[in-house]
Structure formats: C-alpha cells, structure tokens
C-alpha cells in the first residue's frame, strides 16, 4: 500500500496541496468558460489518459490567447506533459522544467513493476479502487493517522488533508491507475532525444539522489544525448513527493525561481 499511495501524490497532490488556489482557480475558469467540465466527468465517472491530459493543457492553453511567454513547469509524469506542451507550442513556451522527471520506464525498479501489474490489470485496478474508497468511510481522524503512519510522517497538514478529502474516493484511483497504464506504455518508447537536443537550450530538469521514478541514470543518459540541457541534482535530502513537505516545496520553489530568473536575465541580452 505505501508503493501505491506514493505513487498517487505524484500525479495529484502537487495540485491539491494547492487546494484554496486550485478552487478558486477552478472557480473563476468554470464562470468564464462552459468547456471546463472537471466536476461533471469526474460524476460521469470519465477516465483520463496520459493523451488527453496533454490534449486538455493544450487546449486550455489555447482558449485564454495567451500573448506573453509560457514558462512550463511539471513535476513527474508532469515534466514528460511539459515537454510535449513544449512540442506543439513552440511560439508560446519559451521554457520548460522539469522536477523529478518521469521521462521513461525504469526497469529495475519493483516499485514499478508492482505499479505496472496493477495498473494494467482492469480487476486489480478496480478491486484496489474499492478498498481505498473504503476508507473513505472511516473518520477523518482515523483516516488521517493511516495516511500519516503509513506514508506522511513529514507531510504537511495540508497534504495530509488534501490526502483525506480526495484521495480515498474510488474515482480518483481508477483515474490513477488507467493514466497509469497509458503512462507506462508510451514512456516503454525511446525518449525523443532529437528534440531535446533541438530544444535543449529551452529545458532544464531538476534529478533526486534516490529516485526510482527519475534516476541518476537518466541523468546521465540526458548529459550524453543533449548535453545543452541544465540538469541539477538535488541533495538536500528531499524525495520524489517533495510537495508534500513544506521544506521540500519551499527549496524546490525557491530552485525554480531561480532558473527562471537566470532564463529571463540571460533571454534580455
């Protein structure tokens, strides 16, 4: 269970750790924009792919005209979503970070592949969904101290309560796991490290010490084949689910501000 709820925080809890942003947020596109359907389909039970993820981004993108510079920031499978949002608009994104990345399957990882069986098994995948939305049903108190014991020791209050609220609903995993599943099989491909290299003075990737999701030898793998890419290693001691801390999201924040100054400063002259 601790493999699977960490994964979890890496496609969601960036987000919902945010939570009053992201409401308010929600709320004031919802009011502008009847496209927006986020509330509906998640009532209609739609399941999102790693495709239409990046389909949704571009088009959003698209509808508020945007004229100013997009600098695009992902964190995991979002830093793969960044790259390709990078692809398809090239006059839009000037700049695009990656934190943690999750670019292409490691293979020696068992974390992965107990994540991959599950998530390309349609039983598994819907017998985990009913379990973890059984424990929706148990008190929040309760619920938080399984959240807290099993894997949040050092989470914040706010990424304890965004866990609580959202993560033991049965729709939320089963979106999960079937973006999972479409993640697992197109990051199986071979990056496509002719347009790194073509793009390589617009990317920058931020790697963990351990981290089977973005390892070290990606790293390395991305000196060799685009070597124009800023590549950082964090060492402070922070994991892959960083925005569950607040020491974690505030250097990491702090680390971003800083290429996108030194970006900026440097596209002035």
Not at 131 to 155: D, E, M, N, T
Not at 200 to 215: M, N, R, T, V
Request: aromatic residues 10%; neutral net charge.
């Amino acid at each position: 269970m601790p493999i699977i709820l960490h994964f979890m925080w890496c496609l969601f809890l960036e987000i919902l750790v945010l939570l009053p942003f992201t409401r308010n947020l929600w709320n004031h596109c919802l009011s502008c924009s009847d496209e927006l359907q986020l509330y509906q389909n998640w009532d209609h039970g739609k399941l999102y792919s790693l495709q239409e993820q990046i389909d949704h981004k571009i088009e959003f993108i698209k509808a508020q005209n945007i004229e100013v510079p997009l600098v695009l920031v992902g964190h995991s499978i979002g830093s793969y979503i960044s790259l390709e949002m990078l692809r398809r608009l090239p006059k839009n994104a000037v700049y695009c970070i990656g934190l943690y990345p999750f670019l292409t399957l490691n293979l020696q990882s068992k974390a992965q592949s107990t994540i991959v069986k599950i998530a390309m098994s349609r039983v598994l995948s819907t017998v985990l969904g009913f379990i973890v939305a059984s424990l929706g049903l148990l008190p929040r108190q309760v619920l938080r101290l399984i959240f807290k014991l099993s894997c949040g020791k050092s989470w914040s209050n706010t990424a304890l309560e965004a866990a609580c609220s959202h993560l033991s609903q049965y729709h939320i995993m089963r979106n999960v796991l079937f973006m999972a599943m479409t993640e697992f099989r197109k990051l199986s491909e071979i990056p496509d490290w002719e347009f790194m290299r073509e793009n390589q003075d617009k990317i920058a990737f931020l790697y963990g010490i351990d981290d089977h999701w973005g390892p070290l030898q990606m790293f390395e793998e991305i000196s060799k084949q685009a070597s124009g890419i800023g590549l950082s290693i964090e060492r402070e001691g922070h994991t892959h689910s960083f925005c569950c801390t607040e020491a974690g999201s505030i250097w990491v924040a702090r680390h971003v501000a800083s290429l996108i100054k030194t970006k900026l400063a440097s596209s002035c002259r």
